[in-house]
């Protein structure tokens, strides 16, 4: 249809009517006296009385006398008007009358019926009117027509989701979309401040309770029945309904006619909640609850059935057997769901599960998860699968909450395939490795398989990163098809990312968990890990201000312990190299609570080392001892993996140079040197620490600085590869070493080395300076500029420029010369008038 008609209905709710019935008014109003045999045909509620209507207007507005013909009609009038509604009703005669009319072609009838019943009065009627005239079938409104009818309701706002909403709702049935509509209007009237909540009010619902009055009962039944949400097949129908085939079919045709049973027989949610609401609560339960026990004997589908229960308010009569079963098949979608399900089948008589504790644990309810887990391996009685089930969630709701030694034994305790090798992982990551045990027997399920290959590469890390780090992807890829139906203590993904971390693959780590992400893998439980983890890697690359807005994206609402200790840690190191210092002061008393809750492990060793950073900076060291002292035992038990210790060292190795304490720089460097030959990443990180060490005590070496500094870069440390040179340029003596270190930091953190003398991006800025003070500042100057504009403190803009505090100072005095500025508080305004504001990309963002 590509032509619509708006005509005015009553209340002044624009009423939308397809072509061919505004092509009939039309024609009506072109020649009022023109014979005129119309049938009008369509189920309740779809627009044929209005329609009827607008027919009777235009012919009154002609003159004509119209008739409307019903049951008690005493006479028909062959020179009028005669419009029949709802011709079906009509006895007979009546209708004999009618098509003897119709057959003189010299009339105008208009019949309006439904397509049910249809008396052998009524079919012969409508056969004269199509030999005659012609029918009219009214149909439900399209989604463009709904939109279209939308735009010219006065009073309801324009909201691109709103004709969608209201077309899936109703189905496009007019009489649906006018209640619906109406109510909408409503709420946007007695809300105009806000956007308009798209939802049902419950005036709809209750507009339908004549429509539903007005059934048989065993029409009522058919819709409860339907409106279970369960496809049922006609022999099933029958049996619910304890009605012969055919007679099922009568019911469908009735309900069909009525305007409530839509295509496919199913029903719109705006019917199908009015049926539930409103039916007597004893024939919905009755119907329901036979329904539920007929799909349980014959194994078909109950969780559209049990969400219909639960939608109307009734699941605490749900046989506890549907539940269950209903559970089951939300589990691997919507696990908050089925943990519902499972709490309503135990209230019925069923006995707690395993199954039960891991949707509560897939819900992120870990606590909740914990205390059905533990109470159920407690039971000695219960079904050994069950315990078995319950301590896997237990030990997994375990390591998310910072306790991987207690989850190990719950682990081994469990014996699954799964689990056997979860034990493994966890033995590893606390420093107690074991030989590999053979897997317990089992289905070779996607967890179990990944299982097994993450506990083979977790044993790889401590000898080959590389094949670890493949095997790590090769398991995340394999739990990919799964997505966020299994629980899991860590994610294989996360594992990846960790060990790409530790050895410089960085770019692989970050694919990995953004194709966690992606696939939902963990499901709400990892989400966050995985996007914490991405915004590690954003961190380590020294891109803070995106760092930021990743963990910003991965917050909200309470963490469980482990994500609490990465976040935390983010923060810590965030600030630290953004040289925040009040910001760093602020977050290092929540970082204390959380370093003393969670248990030191392998798998928090990153944050532990940025502690480690931060404490030094703060001088605070001491506070961290005890952990990092617990972390060098674990790593001594383990062999000294490079993998895991060097970055450690790389960390520790900083924080000992910021607490002055040589000895122990030195140590770290020493240590960091015993690695390189086994790792490419240790091999990097030494050739630096070597070069970092030296640089503080003045020995300068430019062309070993920036190998040293590259290789840092390319290893994914891109903060760490420009603070190196940074370091090196501000401590050596010969200016052109000076100039090549200063131009090989910029390049390093991500800004181009500018023209000699120039400094970087002396072009552009210079030329967003307008005015008389154009070209005034230099280059240099105009970053030292914008940084004190930024409220930064000398030692902090030193810190981002790569320049002493003192050199700072001393731009900031040839700037008030050369501004000629009396003091600091006219140099400020100053700054502000001429200076570009670069926001986010001002030096030193990274």
């Avoid at 079938?137 to 989701?161: E, H, M, S, Y």
């Avoid at 240590?671 to 300068?700: N, P, T």
């Amino acid at each position: 249809m590509t032509t619509a008609a708006v005509l005015r209905a009553p209340h002044d709710l624009p009423l939308l009517l397809d072509g061919p019935s505004r092509a009939l008014l039309a024609a009506v109003a072109a020649d009022p006296d023109a014979p005129l045999a119309v049938a009008l045909v369509g189920p309740g509620g779809h627009g044929k009385s209005t329609l009827l209507r607008e027919l009777a207007r235009a012919y009154e507005a002609a003159g004509a006398r119209v008739l409307p013909v019903g049951p008690d009609t005493a006479s028909l009038d062959p020179d009028g008007v005669l419009l029949v509604d709802d011709a079906q009703a009509l006895d007979g005669a009546r209708l004999r009358e009618l098509r003897a009319l119709v057959d003189t072609r010299r009339c105008r009838v208009v019949a309006a019926y439904r397509p049910w019943p249809r008396p052998a009065g009524l079919a012969e009627l409508a056969d004269a009117l199509g030999r005659n005239g012609r029918s009219l079938p009214l149909c439900p409104f399209t989604r463009q027509q709904t939109a279209a009818l939308l735009t010219r309701v006065p009073g309801l706002p324009a909201q691109p989701a709103l004709a969608d909403f209201v077309q899936a709702q109703t189905g496009g049935v007019p009489r649906d979309v006018d209640r619906l509509v109406r109510a909408l209007r409503d709420l946007a009237a007695a809300a105009p401040d806000g956007p308009l909540r798209l939802e049902v009010p419950e005036a709809v619902v209750l507009g339908y309770g004549p429509d539903l009055a007005g059934l048989d009962p065993d029409v009522r039944q058919l819709l409860l029945a339907v409106a279970g949400g369960v496809p049922l097949p006609a022999d099933l129908l029958g049996v619910l309904l304890r009605r012969s085939p055919d007679a099922v079919d009568e019911l469908s045709d009735r309900a069909r006619a009525a305007g409530l049973l839509g295509p496919e027989d199913r029903l719109a949610p705006v019917v199908r909640r009015a049926v539930a609401a409103l039916s007597p609560a004893a024939q919905r339960g009755e119907v329901w609850q036979r329904l539920t026990e007929l799909q349980l004997a014959r194994g078909g589908p109950l969780l559209p059935l049990v969400r219909s229960l639960r939608g109307a308010g009734v699941t605490g009569g749900c046989p506890a057997g549907a539940a269950e079963a209903a559970a089951e098949e939300a589990l691997p979608d919507e696990p908050g769901l089925a943990a519902e399900l499972f709490a309503v089948a135990a209230a019925a008589g069923r006995p707690v599960t395993g199954r039960q504790a891991r949707a509560v644990a897939l819900a992120g309810d870990l606590g909740s998860a914990l205390r059905l887990a533990d109470r159920l391996v407690a039971v000695a009685d219960a079904d050994p699968a069950d315990r078995a089930e319950a301590a896997a969630v237990a030990a997994t709701a375990l390591v998310h909450c910072g306790h991987l030694g207690r989850a190990v034994e719950l682990y081994r305790w469990s014996g699954t395939a799964s689990s056997a090798a979860f034990a493994e992982i966890g033995a590893v990551g606390v420093g107690q490795p074991v030989a590999p045990a053979a897997p317990p027997d089992g289905p070779p399920t996607l967890l179990a398989s990944a299982a097994l290959l993450m506990a083979r590469g977790t044993r790889e890390s401590l000898t080959a990163p590389a094949a670890a780090l493949s095997t790590f992807v090769q398991a995340s890829a394999l739990l990919e098809p799964a997505g966020r139906a299994v629980l899991l203590p860590d994610s294989p993904a996360a594992l990846a990312a960790l060990v790409a971390l530790g050895g410089g693959e960085l770019d692989i780590g970050e694919r990995v968990l953004e194709r966690a992400v992606a696939h939902r893998v963990g499901g709400h439980l990892l989400a966050r890990r995985h996007r914490l983890l991405l915004a590690w890697i954003l961190m380590v690359r020294g891109r803070t201000a995106a760092a930021a807005e990743a963990l910003a994206a991965a917050g909200g609402g309470p963490m469980e312990l482990r994500d609490l200790l990465f976040a935390t840690a983010l923060e810590v190191g965030i600030a630290r190299r953004e040289s925040d210092l009040p910001a760093l002061r602020r977050r290092w008393e929540r970082a204390v609570e959380v370093i003393v809750r969670h248990a030191v492990d392998l798998f928090t060793l990153l944050p532990l080392g940025e502690f480690a950073v931060a404490a030094a900076r703060l001088g605070d060291l001491d506070r961290l001892n005890p952990y990092l002292s617990e972390a060098r035992l674990l790593l001594d038990r383990l062999g000294n993996p490079a993998l895991w210790a060097a970055p450690l060292h790389w960390s520790g190795l900083h924080a000992a140079i910021l607490a002055e304490e040589a000895e122990t720089a030195d140590a770290h460097v020493a240590a960091l040197a015993r690695m390189a030959e086994r790792s490419r990443y240790a091999a990097v990180v030494s050739a630096a620490a070597g070069c970092w060490v030296e640089v503080l005590r003045g020995v300068v070496d430019r062309e070993r600085v920036e190998a040293a500094a590259r290789g840092l870069h390319g290893a994914g440390l891109c903060w760490d590869a420009a603070r190196l040179a940074g370091q090196a340029a501000i401590r050596t003596a010969d200016r052109r070493a000076m100039t090549a270190l200063l131009d090989c930091a910029r390049m390093l953190q991500g800004r181009s080395a500018g023209p000699a003398g120039g400094g970087p991006g002396r072009g552009a800025a210079a030329e967003a300076v307008g005015g008389a003070d154009e070209g005034r500042l230099s280059g240099r100057e105009q970053e030292v500029a914008e940084l004190v504009l930024a409220g930064l403190t000398y030692k902090q803009i030193g810190d981002r420029l790569f320049i002493s505090a003192k050199t700072v100072e001393h731009h900031v005095a040839r700037m008030r010369a050369r501004l000629n500025c009396a003091s600091r508080g006219e140099l400020l305004a100053r700054l502000r008038a001429i200076v570009p504001d670069r926001g986010a990309g001002g030096p030193g963002r990274g």
